[in-house]
C-alpha cells in the first residue's frame, strides 16, 4: 500500500492495531461511507472532505494528496479498536480540512460533533458489553493512552449526557490507568517552580513539599516510597497513586481540597500531586491554637464534605484530623482520597 504524497499526513495506528487493521477492509467505500460490520466514527467529516477534494477550490496536487490520504482511512472492525484509533485520525482529518480550506467552515464543526457524539455512543456500548470491557483492560502502551485521552476528553466536553454513563467512563478510566500504570494527559499541569529543599510535613510514603505554580503558592506530594520499593510493592504503589489522583480530580466542592493536576516535572522518579497550600495546615493545629469556639461551625462543614462524597458514591476511609486542612478563610476541607472507596459494588469497573 503506497503512502500518501510528501506534505500530506499519513494515519498512524498503534503497533497492536496495525496488526488488526491487516486483516481487515483498508478504506471506505468510494463515497465515503463505512463498509458493513466496520466502524467509521468520522464518516461526515471524511464525506465534507471528499466533498471539498470534488469542488476542486484548490490545486490538483494537493487535492490529489488528500484525496490518496482519503483512501487509505483505517475502519475499525470494534467498538474499543475505533475508539483507540479515533484520537490520531481525528488530528489527521482535521490537518487535511485545513489544508482544504475549511477551517472555518460551519459543516466543518457539525461533522467533528457528530464524531463526538458518536464516540460518546461506541463508549455506552463497550459499558454494555462484557467482552468489549475485557478488551478495554488488555489495552496497554499507546493503544491504552489513546484510549484514556479520549474517554476523559468525551467526559470532559459533556457528551455522555447521562450521569450513570460519565459515572461508568470515570470507572473505566480508573481501571484501566491502575492496570496500565498510565494516567489521561489532561491530568499533568507544567509550570511547578521554587521547591523547597526540605519536606514540611512527611508521612510512611510520601513527603509535602511547598512549591508555586502559576504565581500560587501549592502543596506537591510526593510517593517517596517510589526510591524503596520494588516489583509488585512499586506497582501496587503506583496503582494506589493513579486511583487517588482520578477519584480525587472529579471533586469539586467548597469542603474538599482542591485538586489541581500531576507534575511530573519536580521529580524524574516520581509524580506528585499539586494541590493548594493551606498556611493554616490542620484541623488539629487549628484546635490547639484556637481552642473549641468555633467546632460546630467546623463539624458542619466536614459533615457537608462527607455528605458530597456519598452522593457520588465515594467513602474517604481514611477520615482523621490529619487529614482535614483549614482553608485561608478559615473553613474545613477534606484532603488524602488514597483509602477511598465506592459503595456501588455492582459497575463491573469498581475495583
Not at 41 to 65: F, H, P, T
Not at 270 to 296: A, F, I, Q
Request: glycine letters at 8%.
Amino acid at each position: 500500500m503506497s503512502g500518501p504524497k510528501t506534505g500530506t499526513p499519513a494515519f498512524s495506528l498503534p503497533q497492536q492495531r496495525q496488526d488488526i487493521a491487516s486483516t481487515r477492509p483498508s478504506h471506505p467505500t468510494s463515497n465515503g461511507a463505512a463498509t458493513p460490520g466496520t466502524i467509521l466514527i468520522y464518516e461526515a467529516l471524511i464525506l465534507l472532505l471528499k466533498d471539498a477534494c470534488r469542488a476542486g477550490s484548490q490545486s490538483l496536487s494537493e487535492v490529489a494528496g488528500v484525496q490518496e490520504t482519503l483512501d487509505i482511512y483505517p475502519l475499525s472492525d470494534s467498538a474499543v479498536s475505533s475508539i483507540v484509533e479515533s484520537l490520531q485520525c481525528r488530528k489527521t482529518l482535521l490537518e487535511l480540512a485545513f489544508k482544504l480550506g475549511l477551517a472555518h467552515d460551519p459543516r466543518l464543526r457539525s461533522a467533528l460533533h457528530l464524531g463526538e457524539k458518536r464516540i460518546a455512543a461506541l463508549l455506552v456500548s463497550i459499558f454494555n458489553d462484557n467482552s468489549e470491557e475485557d478488551a478495554v483492560l488488555q489495552l496497554r502502551g499507546d493503544s491504552a493512552q489513546y484510549f484514556l485521552d479520549v474517554v476523559q476528553d468525551t467526559l470532559d466536553r459533556g457528551f455522555l449526557m447521562a450521569q450513570e454513563h460519565s459515572r461508568m467512563a470515570r470507572r473505566i478510566v480508573r481501571k484501566l490507568s491502575e492496570t496500565c500504570d498510565q494516567l489521561p494527559s489532561s491530568i499533568f499541569i507544567s509550570g511547578v517552580t521554587g521547591r523547597e529543599e526540605y519536606y514540611t510535613f512527611g508521612g510512611g510514603f510520601g513527603d509535602i513539599y511547598r512549591a508555586s505554580c502559576g504565581g500560587q503558592v501549592v502543596a506537591l506530594k510526593y510517593m517517596r516510597a517510589v526510591n524503596l520499593l520494588r516489583g509488585d510493592e512499586l506497582r501496587r504503589l503506583r496503582s494506589k497513586f493513579c486511583r487517588e489522583a482520578l477519584v480525587w480530580k472529579d471533586l469539586h466542592h467548597p469542603y474538599i481540597l482542591p485538586f489541581m493536576g500531576i507534575d511530573r516535572d519536580s521529580y524524574p522518579s516520581s509524580l506528585c500531586m499539586v494541590s493548594p497550600w493551606m498556611e493554616h495546615r490542620t484541623v488539629l493545629n487549628y484546635l490547639k491554637d484556637h481552642g473549641r469556639g468555633d467546632v460546630d461551625k467546623l463539624l458542619y462543614e466536614i459533615a457537608q464534605g462527607l455528605e458530597y462524597l456519598h452522593s457520588h458514591d465515594i467513602v474517604h476511609g481514611d477520615l482523621r484530623g490529619s487529614n482535614i486542612l483549614i482553608t485561608q478563610d478559615w473553613s474545613a476541607c477534606l484532603a488524602d482520597f488514597g483509602l477511598s472507596a465506592f459503595t456501588d459494588a455492582t459497575s463491573p469497573f469498581d475495583s
